[in-house]
């Protein structure tokens, strides 16, 4: 089974990704790990533009059918960095999961040149 960015157990550390101690979940519980603190809502955003390039050869792909691929990486890279802010803001309150969590993508711009990814989720000390 692939392992899911929001599901890992992290402990967060200078670079957001972190290890073993710090559990993001979309769940509202962690088995196991009853609340003990409520510490707030917390949320990382992160907007990036597209590349002309990338949408030219993009385009071409979904004419001719299949995956984009150099879209799917963007979108990635994206949602690791979302997930990485929000485990930051997080810590900085003292928690040591986020549970609750919400992954909201928005196209933004006049021509849809730009993809938010937000994530957002309850800081908790579980």
Known sequence: MASSPWDEKRDVGDDGK???DFVVTT???IDGRPVQKYLGVVTGEVIV???LF????ASVRDIVGGRSGAYEDVLARAREQALG???QRAATLGANAVIGV???Y???GANGSMLMVS???TAVVA
Do not use: I, P, Y
């Open 85 to 87: 802010e929000m485990r």
């Open 18 to 20: 972190g290890s073993a």
């Open 54 to 57: 990338r949408d030219l050869f």
């Open 102 to 104: 919400d992954l909201d």
């Open 27 to 29: 769940t509202n519980g």
């Open 119 to 121: 994530a957002t989720g």
């Open 49 to 51: 533009g597209a590349n």
């Open 106 to 108: 928005e196209v933004l």
